[in-house]
């Protein structure tokens, strides 16, 4: 696998344009737009509305379905979408993934609680990416939690697919977990929140640029 020469970094749960706007502006590799899931998070949105927000993301900046929909309802939901990937949480079989990946013109990134590598292992085979989460029992993320970054190194270490690091991270702690587990990108979603659904533009400005550099003599910025 081809690693990029910087970590890549990732917003989740983008809800408005001025948030989507300000994570461009700060550089942002990726956006996460949280459509059809069963749990009751601040940051999910309807289709429509997720359209709107992606029709206006500029080039070069890649869009991101993430969804719990059924697995025959996905390749409809990103037609109406338009993301440039797919990011799948919960309880999915790795048939159903591979049908879904075989069925769907889009990259497609499987959620994979820290604590299980067995499912990692098996997603691995039809992923394009994992994104490495502390997920609640239902597999939806956006809790917050952090895990055990040295174990998720070691994970990330035995599979041949692009990792991504998601779950309880923040401006403060983001360039240490870059540090600890190299992964291809890091995602967030709470962690650069001013409230519930809504971002900090100076808390996602420090993240991207704290992830981005984390290798680099540049002084961490803070929130
Ligand atoms: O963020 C949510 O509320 C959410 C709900 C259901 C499924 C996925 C969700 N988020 C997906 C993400 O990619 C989050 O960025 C990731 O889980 C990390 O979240 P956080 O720990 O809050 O940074």
Redesign the pocket.
């Known amino acids: 696998m081809t690693m990029p020469a910087r970590t890549r970094a990732k917003v989740?749960?983008l809800t408005n344009a001025d948030d989507v706007a300000a994570a461009v502006e700060a550089g942002v590799d990726a956006l996460?737009f949280?459509v059809d899931?069963p749990?009751d998070?601040p940051?999910e949105i309807d289709a429509e509305r997720a359209a709107t927000l992606v029709a206006d993301v500029p080039p070069f900046v890649s869009t991101v379905l993430?969804t719990?929909a059924e697995p025959d309802d996905i390749p409809t939901l990103h037609e109406t979408v338009g993301t440039d990937a797919v990011?799948v949480?919960g309880d999915v079989t790795p048939e159903a993934l591979d049908a879904l990946a075989a069925d769907l013109d889009a990259s497609l990134v499987k959620t994979v609680d820290a604590t299980d590598p067995e499912s990692a292992h098996a997603y691995a085979e039809c992923a394009d990416a994992l994104?490495v989460?502390?997920t609640d029992a239902s597999g939806?993320?956006?809790?917050?939690?952090t895990h055990d970054w040295t174990a998720t190194r070691d994970l990330a270490a035995g599979l041949d697919v692009p990792i991504v690091l998601?779950?309880?991270?923040t401006p403060s702690n983001v360039a240490e977990a870059v540090r600890t587990v190299e992964p291809y990108a890091v995602?967030?979603?709470?962690?650069v929140e001013a409230e519930g659904g809504v971002k900090d533009r100076d808390a996602v400005r420090a993240f991207v640029g704290n992830a981005t550099n984390a290798f680099d003599e540049v002084e961490e910025v803070s929130a």
């Open positions: 989740c749960g996460g949280i899931v749990v998070t940051r993430v719990m990011q949480h994104l989460d502390s939806a993320g956006g809790t917050g939690r998601a779950g309880g991270l995602d967030v979603a709470s962690g």
